[in-house]
Structures are given as structure tokens and as C-alpha cells.
């Protein structure tokens, strides 16, 4: 079956310092959704990419699709401490499917 | 002030007691999720439903039962069966499937 990796499976970084998480696909995807759990919290989304190659920002947050529509990251540019939590990645394999998570990148800020 | 709501928060069973979790939503979604999540770990599929009086086995189907007789309404219930049943429990409903979810706040089942 479909499988969704994530790597790295955790991150430590200095407050300020810019992070990134890879996200990939044993399948190619119809869209890539990204997802942030707070310690303690529950997940809550980001955003989804659609088209193949597409580039989305949100202020420090940059989102990318990878042009085979396997593969996807997310980019965080001078951390803070808000920033802290899990990121998930996922996507269903085909139009209709349900959604399969990534194992997730854990983020940790030292301010 | 729409949203989906999971109760109770923290719930606590003996061993070999059957347990039912609630989820209720207002969103007026179609579909509706629950996924059982492990310390550190991912979300793993349990049950789905895209409409009422439907649902669908997720990834880790066995030990649970669930019920769609309404649309708000999803409810989770862990029976004995389940081996390992101490774990964070989220359900989550979206307009459709492949689209957006939306996650409750969890409950977390200790047991003992």
C-alpha cells in the first residue's frame, strides 16, 4: 500500500535558525496537505498544494510540490519559538482516497 | 461556533471493559475520521465514513466498532478486543474525502 515518509523524524534548532521537513510518496498524489500538532494538541491544517512544481508561502513558511507530485517540504525561515510541534504531511494516492499521514518532523526551538 | 468536539478529554478503563468515545460535529461535513495516535508516533486510520450508515475499515480496524446513524454523530467505541488500547484518539471530519480535515481536541484512554 501507499506509503508517506518524513524525514528528519526530529529537529533541534537555535531560535532564529531556518528548518526544513521532506515529505515522500511510495505513489504519486493528487494533492500534498501539510498539518501542525502543538504539544498536547490536536493537528491542525496548514495547507494543500495541488499542481505539480507549485510553491506556496505563508509569512515564514514556504510549501513545495515536487514535480513528480511525490514529494513535498516545508520550509521555515528564521524559527521562533512558536513555531515548536510536530509537522505532518499527507496526501491520498488517488482522487477520492483517504488521506495517508507521514510519520511526522518533530520541530524543537531553543530560544 | 462551529467545530468538532471529542468528549470525554481523559478517560480512564479496567481491562476487558468495552469503551465508547464521542465525536460530534457541526460543520456539516460528509466525512468523518477516527485515528489512533502513539506517543511520538503518527496517525493511523482507524475507521471512516464518507456518508451516514456508511463506514469503511481504516489501517488498524481491529478491536473497534463505530456507528454513523447521523450525520453530527461518530462515535468510537473500543472494545476488549483491542490489545493495546492506551493511546491519544482523534477524530477529524472534512466536506469530503481528499479534502481539508478537520481535527477534534482528543481523548486520551488510559488502560489499565
Known amino acids: 500500500g501507499q506509503q508517506v515518509m518524513q524525514i528528519p523524524q526530529y529537529q533541534h534548532v537555535q531560535e532564529g535558525e531556518d528548518f526544513t521537513t521532506y515529505c515522500n510518496s511510495s505513489t504519486t498524489l493528487s494533492n500534498i496537505q501539510w498539518y501542525k500538532q502543538r504539544p498536547g494538541g490536536h493537528p491542525v491544517f496548514l495547507i494543500q498544494l495541488v499542481k505539480s512544481g507549485e510553491v506556496k508561502k505563508q509569512k515564514r513558511l514556504t510549501f513545495q510540490f515536487g514535480e513528480a507530485k511525490k514529494n513535498s517540504s516545508l520550509h521555515i525561515t528564521a524559527t521562533q519559538t512558536t513555531d515548536v510541534g510536530t509537522y505532518f504531511c499527507a496526501g491520498p494516492a488517488d482522487a477520492g482516497n483517504m488521506l495517508t499521514f507521514g510519520g511526522g518532523t518533530r520541530l524543537m526551538v531553543k530560544p | 461556533d462551529g467545530g468538532i468536539t471529542q468528549s470525554p478529554k481523559y478517560l480512564f478503563r479496567k481491562e476487558g471493559q468495552n469503551v465508547t468515545l464521542s465525536c460530534e460535529q457541526n460543520?456539516?461535513?460528509?466525512?468523518m475520521y477516527w485515528y489512533r495516535q502513539d506517543p511520538g508516533q503518527g496517525l493511523r486510520l482507524i475507521y471512516y465514513?464518507?456518508?451516514?450508515?456508511?463506514?469503511q475499515k481504516g489501517d488498524i480496524a481491529e478491536g473497534y466498532s463505530v456507528s454513523r446513524e447521523k450525520k453530527e454523530s461518530f462515535p468510537l467505541t473500543v472494545t476488549s478486543a483491542q490489545k493495546n488500547p492506551t493511546a491519544f484518539y482523534l477524530c477529524a471530519s472534512s466536506i469530503s474525502d481528499n479534502y481539508e480535515q478537520y481535527f477534534g481536541p482528543g481523548t486520551r484512554l488510559t488502560v489499565t
Open positions: 460543520l456539516n461535513h460528509d466525512a
Open positions: 465514513s464518507q456518508i451516514v450508515n456508511d463506514f
